[in-house]
Antibody
C-alpha cells in the first residue's frame, strides 16, 4: 500500500524558514516524480513544485520560485521542501503527492494527509 | 502560463440530477486533463485522467469528456456522497488546477 506521510509543519514568523518532509513507503520511491501541492484554508488546490525521480530536474510555481527548494533522498525514501522567506500567503496545508505512473506528465493518484504551515507573527 | 477556468464555482442540485462542470484551458492541452474530488476535511481523490479515463474504483456515474481547451465532468445521477469540491488539473508542463466547483445537494 502506498503511503505518504508529511511532517515538519508548524507556526513560523514572516521571513522565517521551515523544512517539510514526506516519508514514502509501499512503492519504489526512486522511480517516481514527486510533487508538493498546497491548499490555503478554505481555498483551492495550488501546485507548488515537482522533482524528477533522480532529483536532477525540478520546477516551481512562480509564487514560490527563488524561495522554496524541493529535494529528495532516495536512500531514505523521503521528499523535502525547504521553504525560506515565508510570507503570510504561504499559510496552507502542504501535501506531497505521487503520480499514477513514473512519467513526468501524470495526474496525482496518491496524496499524503498534509501538514499545516502557518506564517504569522 | 496556461490558466484553467472552471464553471460554475458552485452549484446546488437534487439527488438524481445530472450535473455538469466545465473546465476551460487558456491554450490547448490535448487531453492532459484530470478531475479530482475533495470532500470536506479530506484529501483530494483522482476521479478521471486523460480527460475521459475513469480511475479504478470510481463509480461509473462519473464521466469526463473533451480535448484541446474545453472539458467537462458529468455526474449522471447525483448522490448524497457526491457532495464535494471538484477540481480540474492540467498535468502537462507546469501542472495547474482550476479554482474548484463546490457541489451541494438541494
Amino acid at each position: 500500500e502506498v503511503q505518504l506521510v508529511e511532517s515538519g509543519g508548524g507556526l513560523v514568523q514572516p521571513g522565517g524558514s521551515l523544512r517539510l518532509s514526506c516519508a514514502a513507503s509501499g512503492f519504489t520511491f526512486s522511480t517516481y516524480w514527486m510533487h508538493w501541492v498546497r491548499q490555503a484554508p478554505g481555498k483551492g488546490l495550488v501546485w507548488v513544485s515537482r522533482i524528477s525521480s533522480d532529483g536532477s530536474s525540478t520546477s516551481y510555481a512562480d509564487s514560490v520560485k527563488g524561495r522554496f527548494t524541493i529535494s529528495r533522498d532516495n536512500a531514505k525514501n523521503t521528499l523535502y521542501l525547504q521553504m525560506n522567506s515565508l510570507r503570510a500567503e504561504d499559510t496552507a496545508v502542504y501535501y506531497c503527492a505521487r503520480g499514477v505512473t513514473v512519467a513526468v506528465t501524470t495526474p496525482l493518484e496518491h496524496w499524503g494527509q498534509g501538514t499545516l504551515v502557518t506564517v504569522s507573527s | 502560463d496556461i490558466q484553467m477556468t472552471q464553471s460554475p464555482s458552485s452549484l446546488s442540485a437534487s439527488v438524481g440530477d445530472r450535473v455538469t462542470i466545465t473546465c476551460r484551458a487558456s491554450q490547448g492541452i490535448s487531453n492532459y486533463l484530470a478531475w479530482y474530488q475533495q470532500k470536506p476535511g479530506k484529501v483530494p481523490k483522482l476521479l478521471i485522467y486523460a480527460a475521459s479515463t475513469l480511475q479504478s474504483g470510481v463509480p461509473s456515474r462519473f464521466s469526463g469528456s473533451g480535448s484541446g481547451t474545453d472539458f467537462t465532468l458529468t455526474i449522471s445521477s447525483l448522490q448524497p456522497e457526491d457532495v464535494a469540491t471538484y477540481y480540474c488539473q492540467k498535468y502537462n508542463s507546469a501542472p495547474t488546477f482550476g479554482q474548484g466547483t463546490k457541489v451541494e445537494i438541494k
